[in-house]
Nanobody, 123 residues
Framework: QVQLVESGGGLVQAGGSLRLSCAASGRTDSVIIMGWFRQGPGKEREFVGVIGTSGIPTYYGDSVKGRFTISRDNAKNTVYLQMNNLKPEDTAVYYC????????????????WGQGTQVTVSS
């Protein structure tokens, strides 16, 4: 079992930046593919990005491409989501997820989930 805990969310003005962290504990001896998702009010959970076990490759959803960057520090069992040039439509609860079995774009295929962290972008 792997436990995931997100942190770093908060309130930021449009155009600002935030960095989210996702700390893993438990069976972290097996490094796993990690993804980020978000869910806005009244919306379905949306794929944000994914990172391979060694830090590459990375893939991003179209709505965040060029603004968000995923990285990881396996020595610290932590994955990061750097979010720049934030927009009001980025407002959502952000989740990290681990170990997809199948499509890494599909939330249903991930085995491990954090509790989420709220990001609110004001205009």
């Amino acid at each position: 079992q792997v436990q995931l805990v997100e942190s770093g969310g908060g309130l930021v003005q449009a155009g600002g930046s935030l960095r989210l962290s996702c700390a893993a504990s438990g069976r972290t001896d097996s490094v796993i593919i990690m993804g980020w998702f978000r869910q806005g009010p009244g919306k379905e959970r949306e794929f944000v990005g994914v990172i391979g076990t060694s830090g590459i490759p990375t893939y991003y959803g179209d709505s965040v491409k060029g603004r968000f960057t995923i990285s990881r520090d396996n020595a610290k069992n932590t994955v990061y989501l750097q979010m720049n040039n934030l927009k009001p439509e980025d407002t959502a609860v952000y989740y990290c997820a681990g170990d997809p079995n199948g499509s890494w774009r599909s939330p249903q295929d991930y085995e491990y989930w954090g509790q989420g962290t709220q990001v609110t972008v004001s205009s």
